[in-house]
């Protein structure tokens, strides 16, 4: 019965490899969004989506592509991965697109090799 | 532009003893504010948010915190904290005009020792 479910869990690879983070949410949420948190545990939102439209398109390298077959899922593809995008992934929902609390995924810690 | 500063990067404190973490907040516009915890491995989990009216709003686990528009601050106060406490707490804000974008601070690691 978990809220905003994230797959997988962890993700060991190479630089240069294109891999994919899921996020699935059962909370019946308009919006979802993806977070990215530094080694210094710093958040910064990436992007967002109300209805499986792109709302929140923040500085991202473009080989960041979100995409959102329906509302209630929102996955990140990420393409010729590299060092510095080793991190945690967060993914979070929220009722609508302003002044919702938002709920978390429990992250995805990314590692390049 | 907005930014959020978290004035403590960690704060020990022990068992039973009332605890604030600070946050400062500077926008050229009116914000909604939000308390987050993270617990080790978790994802966040909101405590408590301010949106409009009474400037003293409670949350979860005994949290609470107080909106100061003069002074842009939003601290988070607990008058008596429990070892379970012990975790990373995040402050954020979001602008009227900019829904659902959360600007978060650097965060505050709590350490409750018994």
């Known amino acids: 019965d978990t809220a905003v479910s994230q797959t997988p869990k962890y993700l060991v690879t190479q630089m240069g490899n294109d891999k994919s983070i899921k996020c699935e949410q059962n909370?019946?949420?308009?919006?979802m969004y993806w977070y990215k948190q530094d080694s210094k545990k710093f958040l910064k939102i990436m992007f967002s989506?109300?209805?499986?439209?792109?709302?929140i398109n923040e500085t991202v390298p473009n080989r960041f592509s979100p995409k959102s077959p329906d509302k209630a899922h929102l996955n990140l593809h990420i393409n010729s991965l590299e060092l510095g995008d080793s991190a945690v992934y967060f993914c979070?929902?929220?009722?609508?697109?302003?002044?919702?609390?938002?709920?978390f995924g429990d992250g995805t810690r990314l590692s390049i090799l | 532009a907005q930014s959020v500063t978290q004035l403590d990067s960690q704060v020990p404190v022990f068992e039973e003893a009332p605890v604030e973490l600070r946050c400062n907040y500077s926008?050229?516009?009116?914000?909604?504010l939000f308390w987050y915890v993270q617990y080790p491995n978790q994802g966040l989990q909101l405590l408590l948010k301010?949106?409009?009216?009474?400037?003293l709003v409670k949350g979860i686990n005994g949290f609470e915190a107080e909106f100061n528009k003069s002074q842009t601050s939003f601290h988070l106060r607990k008058p008596s904290v429990h070892i379970s406490d012990t975790a990373e707490y995040f402050c954020?804000?979001?602008?009227?005009?900019?829904?659902?974008?959360?600007?978060f601070g650097q965060g505050t690691e709590l350490s409750v020792k018994p």
């Open positions: 979070a929902s929220s009722q609508e697109s302003f002044n919702q609390p938002q709920h």
């Open positions: 909370l019946g949420h308009d919006t």
């Open positions: 989506y109300n209805n499986k439209e792109l709302i």
């Open positions: 926008s050229s516009v009116s914000v909604y």
């Open positions: 301010y949106l409009s009216g009474s400037t």
């Open positions: 954020a804000v979001e602008r009227y005009n900019q829904g659902g974008k959360l600007i």
